[in-house]
């Protein structure tokens, strides 16, 4: 049995320390602490140095990380800097599971792969979908997954059409139908990078 917690109940009262040794004596098998306060709910920036600080206070047990890890370089940085035996990500997983590939990858010091292109991600989604589908059954699985699926669109031109017309399937008829119409395929943003790259090349 593992555990996790925050740095405390707020910065004026962080117990963290006090509580990992607690908490390994009671026989968790590891620790992963969130870098915020319960009281900061999600404000602010994680610390990772106070997460760094617990490690001297376990004796045996690994430390793992949790906070704002986004990208395979956070995630480097956070072993080089901060000590920690392994990581936790969490909110940036959701709609990009492509990241822990990512950070593996980054990790053994090889190449970060690319984010996957627009289609590729729908891809990704979809199957995300069946498997939750198969999971939890039709109805339950579709409407489980609305939330889920808006995090693959987030950040992308269109989004917000996508999150209107998902937040409202019940079927995976419905959904699949959302899917082919709504999901973002183009990204003006990432269209321009590529063309740039292209007359960057051409240029050389
Ligand atoms: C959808 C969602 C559900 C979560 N559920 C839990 C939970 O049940 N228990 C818990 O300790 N933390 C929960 N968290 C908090 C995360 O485990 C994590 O500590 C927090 O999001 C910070 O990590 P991040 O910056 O990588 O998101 C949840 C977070 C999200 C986004």
Redesign the pocket.
Known sequence: MTA?IRLGCSRENINCNEIARVVEEAGAAALTV?GRTAADM?RGN?DWERISEIKSHLRNIPLIG????DSAEKVVAAFDQYDVDAV?????C?GRPWLFAQAAAALRGEPIPPEPTLPEQRDVMLKHYQLVVDRFGDEKGTVLMRKYACCYAQGKHGARYFRTHVAKVSTPEEFHSVVEEYFPLHDPKRESQDAESVSSAAGS
């Open positions: 996790k969130h999600f994680a949790n906070g704002d890890l936790m990500i969490a909110r940036a959701l």
